[in-house]
């Protein structure tokens, strides 16, 4: 079976499966499916999954630890902190603020452990920056979770190079997770470049576009009511109703490839380099196996250019996250 490698202590398949739409944010579904849907990734060699404490809240985590307790030997489990999560309201509403204090780092590790039902945490990430804690503070907390054997290695989110550069002179960090797909493409900028030069795994989030990359979403209607991408400036109907002829273009070569568009666009991502592992959502078992398929496919220089210049950003109409939730990223 074909690995990758996340820093020096991780080792995973190819493509992870990113779990948050199975309970947070896209509308959620069953827990019999989601179940399913988990070991259903295990057996056909999905090794890396990736939660949050916020995910829910709390009920992702949850849900991985009924689903993967099983064959918890055989899976790498990445999981989040640093907001802080308010009692009340639901959803993305009860998400108020960050906190990266070590107290706190250290207090959602143990409540994670309890939620995953799980002795260690594989990858145990800092979710956001906290520009009021210094990042030497809370990656020299996350390392003491490490010593005392609770962590296996340490991840950061949507950080920018010279953050990462620091914490990594605390201790090293095993993987970087920012959104990054044929649409979203910051990490080329320079984050990417120090995750080479320093060891550092990259995990890119929502590698298809939050759906839109796989062809299949091409209005507002085909999400339901309650689905946070509604929020979102490319989910408005008229930056999608745009963007679909930038899709089609996709579509149009993933046909000639003989793939589905949404593995074309998975492909891609892999092709920038052998120490990046996506972690596409998928709540669906067929999708599930499309995206893990992705790995098998071949593509030469030439075809990785033509499929980045065919979809480049500037193509794109609508940025990635509200002015509000780009504040907390590049931190």
Request: contains cysteine.
């Amino acid at each position: 079976m074909k690995t990758r490698k996340l820093g020096t202590e991780l080792e995973v398949f190819p493509v992870g499966l990113g779990c948050m739409g199975m309970s947070f944010g896209y509308g959620g579904q069953p827990e019999a499916e989601a179940i399913a849907t988990l070991r259903r990734a295990v057996e056909i060699g999905v090794t890396f999954f990736d939660t949050a404490e916020v995910y829910g809240p709390f009920e992702n985590e949850i849900l991985l630890g009924r689903a993967l307790k099983p064959v918890r030997d055989k899976v790498t489990i990445a999981t989040k902190f640093g907001f802080k999560i308010s009692e009340h309201g639901s959803g993305t509403d009860r998400m108020i603020g960050v906190d990266s204090r070590p107290e706190h780092v250290k207090a959602v590790a143990e409540a994670s452990l309890k939620r995953l039902d799980t002795d260690v945490i594989d990858l145990y990430y800092q979710h956001r920056v906290d520009p009021n804690v210094p990042i030497e503070d809370t990656v020299g907390a996350m390392a003491e979770l490490v010593r005392e054997g609770k962590v296996r290695a340490l991840g950061l989110s949507e950080v920018s190079a010279a953050t990462l550069r620091r914490a990594h002179a605390v201790h090293p960090i095993a993987a970087v997770q920012s959104e990054y797909s044929l649409w979203s493409r910051d990490p080329e900028d320079e984050i990417l470049a120090v995750c080479r030069e320093l060891g550092v795994g990259f995990v890119p989030y929502s590698p298809l576009g939050r759906g839109l990359l796989t062809g299949t979403l091409s209005k507002p209607d085909a999400l339901g009511a309650s689905d946070w991408r509604l929020t979102l400036p490319r989910f408005q109907a008229e930056a999608m109703e745009a963007n679909n002829a930038v899709i089609a273009v996709l579509e149009k070569m993933a046909a000639g490839k003989g793939v589905t568009t949404a593995q074309l666009a998975l492909a891609w991502v892999l092709h920038q380099g052998d120490f990046i592992v996506p972690i596409p959502g998928a709540r669906k078992i067929r999708h599930l196996e499309q995206n893990t398929a992705a790995a098998g496919i071949e593509l030469s220089a030439a075809e990785v250019a033509a499929i980045g210049d065919a979809l480049s950003p500037d193509k794109v109409v609508g940025k990635r996250y509200t002015e509000e939730l780009l504040a907390l990223v590049n931190g």
